[in-house]
């Protein structure tokens, strides 16, 4: 591969899908087989403490890009319209779908680096609407056009066209990314390199993954995946889960899944390595939301549960950064950082400007990559929303606010790591209550758009259909519908809630 300048190295991301921060060997899961995420940790630094700007997949993965919060990109929800055009793509769109360009107008940091010579390419899952048209810098475009989808015969954008490929889908996405990094061997620009992998979402019932996968999880006892007795009261139902042999199922399978992306993660490295530009090129590995696979009763992440829930399990994500000689080896970070601060850092990094940086929440980590300290901050606070769903946490406490009428939730983290002991109803927190909840509506108010304001949105889990308030010209932007039980446990259909009532969906 030809050489280039040092000082601005390649950038291979690498995103998962629903992968939790416990599901890592290096992050102390003795279960799981990951032998080249431990790698990269071993080479580079962890993060303990990193966190998705939103615990679903497609608003998640616009933060990431824009650095924009969900209520400033307007992606409140899993995209479920807009990925393909029905008239265009006859068969594979839903009945009425037309392609939507969810971020368009919207700067991503792909922008950036190609406006400054990067070559950008990705290979795996967008879900960012419109999947047939190259977005945001991208001129390799090996896109899986859905949200998910079973892992064998799958279908599989490639230069315009629509293809179905019957091979297992991770390492078709794989292969995707091995060709980026072939065809610039001769090529004296740097490169970025986005590889998406669908793994680990569901379905991961028995034939989604290769046998010899599965093979490793057969006499497991998922130990790292508690069971608690009559789930979560809030669980939703269509949520893949178990007891049993079905349990063992499904769990073997999300193993399985998880240990066939970290197999084509080696093949990445190692084909950076062969290329000669492992040294000269960013390494970083994250998912796009948690996961709960039991934990606290839940099957699911951010809308595994109705209202939608904003355990650790579900906002903490993996975060590995790595470049051998560059970036400090064997470290293990715990500042609270965001995937809203990936953009600035990216380009702190590369020592590009960033043109957004007034408008934006995140803050540049880059000097933690040189083996520095962070400059002190405003704040040790990571923020999270789901629609009318937000949370603030700092490192000892959070609190859970839900629009317009609550259950509210109030965490010591220092004492229930677990988040087991709801204390929004302690008198004795009354103080702590009022504070963290006027720095919660403060922040929010700084970067919120009032025309993608997700507090003001019928957000269910059920997914996202248009744009939404101003930009949807009306349309409904949701799927779902909202009713309430209130304190005596009565279903209120056409009135509001008492404060305390419980947010259910239709």
């Not at 055009?85 to 971020?103: F, K, N, S």
């Not at 989604?208 to 995946?225: G, I, K, M, N, S």
């Not at 990216?346 to 995140?362: K, M, Q």
Request: charge should be negative; proline fraction near 7%.
């Amino acid at each position: 591969m030809a050489s280039h300048n040092p000082e601005r190295p390649n950038i291979l991301f690498v995103l998962t899908d629903d992968q939790g921060y416990w599901a890592m060997g290096c992050a102390g899961n003795p279960e799981i087989h990951t032998p080249h995420l431990d790698r990269i940790s071993a080479m580079g630094m962890r993060f303990d403490n990193f966190f998705c700007a939103s615990p679903v997949c497609s608003p998640a993965r616009a933060s990431i890009l824009t650095g924009r919060i969900s209520s400033q990109h307007g992606v409140h929800d899993w995209i479920r319209k807009g990925n393909l055009d029905a008239v265009r793509t006859p068969g594979l769109g839903w009945g009425d779908d037309r392609e939507i360009e969810y971020l368009a107008g919207m700067r991503a940091y792909t922008d950036v680096l190609a406006a400054n010579g990067y070559v950008c390419g990705i290979s795996g899952k967008w879900h960012l609407g419109d999947s047939l048209n190259p977005q945001k810098g991208f001129a390799y475009w090996n896109i899986f056009p859905y949200g998910g989808g079973d892992y064998y015969n799958g279908y599989f954008i490639r230069a315009g066209r629509i293809e179905r490929d019957p091979r297992y889908l991770t390492d078709v996405i794989t292969e995707g990314g091995l060709k980026f990094l072939e065809a610039q061997a001769a090529n004296d620009a740097p490169f970025y390199l986005s590889v998406h992998y669908t793994a680990p979402h569901s379905p991961w019932e028995k034939g989604q993954h290769p046998d010899d996968l599965t093979a490793l999880y057969r006499d497991c006892p998922f130990e790292t995946c508690p069971e608690v007795p009559g789930g979560h009261p809030w669980q939703i139902n269509s949520a893949p889960r178990g007891r049993g042999e079905k349990r063992r199922e499904l769990l073997g399978g999300y193993y399985a899944a998880i240990t066939g992306l970290d197999r084509g993660v080696g093949q990445l490295l190692d084909r950076l390595e062969t290329l000669g530009v492992l040294e000269n090129t960013l390494v970083i590995f994250t998912s796009d939301n948690g996961m709960n696979m039991g934990h606290h009763g839940i099957w699911g992440k951010g809308n595994g549960t109705f209202p939608q829930n904003m355990y650790d399990t579900s906002v903490k994500v993996p975060a590995l950064i790595a470049r051998p000689g560059h970036v400090p080896h064997g470290v293990i970070d715990d500042n609270l950082l965001s995937h809203y601060d990936i953009f600035p850092t990216l380009l702190d990094y590369l020592g590009f400007a960033n043109p957004d940086a007034t408008a934006l929440p995140g803050r540049s980590f880059a000097p933690l990559l040189s083996g520095e300290t962070l400059p002190e901050r405003d704040h040790v606070v990571v923020f999270d929303e789901y629609g009318p769903v937000r949370m603030i946490r700092t490192c000892a406490w959070k609190y859970i606010h839900r629009y317009p009428y609550g259950p509210h939730e109030l965490y010591d983290l220092a004492d229930d790591p677990a988040e087991t002991h709801n204390l929004v109803a302690d008198p004795a927190q009354g103080t702590r209550l009022v504070e963290m909840e006027a720095q919660l509506e403060a922040w929010f108010a700084r970067y919120v758009d009032p025309h993608r304001d997700g507090a003001k949105e019928p957000v269910t889990g059920k997914g996202q259909i248009d744009l939404p308030g101003v930009a949807g010209q009306g349309r409904r932007a949701f799927e779902g519908d909202w009713w309430y039980i209130d304190e005596d446990g009565v279903r209120r259909d056409d009135q509001p809630a008492r404060l305390g009532g419980i947010l259910r969906q239709k």
